[in-house]
């Protein structure tokens, strides 16, 4: 999170300047207006990378070049819509509304480009890629594209860690957080909030009701992550803890201190050893290596306004504090998200040999430690008829684990390039992915 905030900020959109050229094709990239490396269908159970997606789509583009195309050709597009056609009349989710939406939002600037997973615990429903990396529209988005994840790194990272955590009995939910971190008491700044931080448990940190500011620019006179932590640890309490819940991107930072003290090893080695390499998430990393930026999406402008800040981590306070914080600084593609969104479901179901079915209710019930609804460890929770586990990035980046349907959504932009003053990714994403629910649901009853 990049400003004084709530939940909600994570739905601006961005979008400023001269508009430059458009592609030849809505969601496509200008260098490639066909069809592109490969022609599937949402729903199908496929993968398109710069491909129409869906069959509208790859009819007017097939009646277009139909002239040009051997027979052969014409056969082979023909052969891949039929399979989808059937797949779709098997009753595999339709897609293709909500991929027109996507598309809609990349025309109205929303984003350059996107990618979106939806999947259950055993298989993935879809997986596309839509636009580019950038508005110069030369390189396009693919299931390969790794984007920055921002606040997702809180769940993805930080709270999977703890979850590895509390399974090894390493941590409890209810520990003080000085039992692990005795500078947070030592540091008080005044006897009053000393006397409130002994009240401090992890399970505050997670819920966002430690009392601690909503945010502040540690990062105009912090260089390093010791520094940063020490401003925090020297900043008093806004209120005391459970007196409300206040979304705060230095409680998750706070968490991620406790979790390498408690397992031992800095925080960026737990999520390698803890999450990412059981769960084959091989795609995730923090400060991504110079030869791994070219298939990275761009986010904002440089203050100078000469370029874009690319292949470190946007969020400005994690940046000074060298992309190691647990609040910010994960790089990640859709599908590697998706793939502990998957492990998620099968927690929830008793089958993950990663995660126990009781840590993963203890960290997806409502915690109500504030006065309110109660929030998840780590996660937002949605409860009613349909209960779901969701957070949202500032980048433009969203996980969603749908408990009640037992489906995940995993979508991920770039939606603050070049610019983070706009507003319009929330709509489309909403509409996005009530378009993919909706999908879900009609297919369910079709079963």
């Not at 098997?90 to 600037?109: M, T, V």
């Not at 999947?119 to 580019?132: M, N, P, V, Y």
Request: aromatic share 6%; proline share 6%; net charge neutral.
């Amino acid at each position: 999170m990049n400003a004084p905030t709530n939940m909600v900020v994570s739905e601006q959109a961005v979008w400023e300047g001269e508009r430059p050229r458009e592609p030849k094709l809505l969601g496509m990239c200008a260098e490639n207006p066909g069809l592109g490396r490969t022609l599937a269908l949402p729903g199908s159970g496929t993968s398109s990378v710069y491909g129409i997606g869906h069959a509208a789509g790859a009819n007017r583009a097939w009646r277009k070049g139909a002239s040009a195309m051997e027979p052969a050709m014409r056969l082979s597009i023909l052969g891949l819509m039929l399979c989808a056609s059937l797949s779709l009349a098997a009753g595999n989710p339709d897609f293709s509304d909500a991929a027109a939406i996507l598309r809609q939002g990349i025309e109205d600037r929303a984003f350059p480009g996107c990618a979106v997973v939806v999947g259950t615990a055993d298989k993935i429903l879809w997986s596309e890629a839509f636009g580019c990396l950038d508005y110069d529209h030369r390189v396009p988005v693919t299931k390969e594209t790794l984007y920055d994840l921002a606040s997702v790194t809180k769940v993805a990272g930080t709270t999977a860690v703890f979850m590895q955590l509390v399974q090894q009995e390493k941590v409890r939910i209810p520990d003080p957080v000085s039992k692990h971190l005795p500078e947070f008491i030592e540091l008080a700044p005044t006897a009053e909030d000393r006397a409130r931080r002994k009240q401090v448990t992890v399970e505050h940190l997670l819920t966002h009701s430690a009392g601690l500011t909503a945010w502040k620019a540690y990062y105009r006179t912090q260089t390093n992550y010791s520094a940063m932590l020490r401003a925090i640890l020297t900043t008093p309490l806004d209120c005391d803890p459970g007196a409300q819940t206040r979304y705060s991107d230095f409680g998750m930072l706070l968490a991620g201190e406790v979790a390498a003290r408690a397992g031992r090893k800095p925080l960026a080695e737990l999520e390698r050893s803890l999450v990412f390499a059981p769960l084959g998430m091989t795609n995730t990393l923090r400060n991504p290596p110079p030869q791994l930026h070219p298939r990275i999406a761009p986010t904002e402008r440089w203050p100078d306004g000469t370029k874009f800040v690319h292949g470190i981590v946007h969020d400005e306070n994690a940046r000074a504090a060298e992309g190691i914080t647990g609040h910010a600084g994960l790089f990640s593609t859709a599908e590697d998200v998706a793939r502990l969104a998957a492990d998620l479901l099968r927690a929830a179901e008793g089958k993950s040999r990663w995660l126990s079915q009781s840590v993963f209710a203890e960290f997806t019930r409502p915690h109500e430690l504030a006065p309110g609804p109660g929030r998840g460890l780590g996660w937002g929770l949605e409860r009613g008829e349909q209960q779901a586990i969701t957070h949202n990035g500032f980048t433009g980046t969203c996980i969603r684990v749908e408990l009640s349907r037992k489906v995940y959504v995993v979508l991920l932009t770039n939606a603050v390039h070049p610019t983070r003053d706009n507003n319009k990714l929330g709509p489309v994403r909403r509409e996005a992915i009530a378009s993919i629910l909706g999908a879900v649901d009609q297919s369910a009853e079709q079963d």
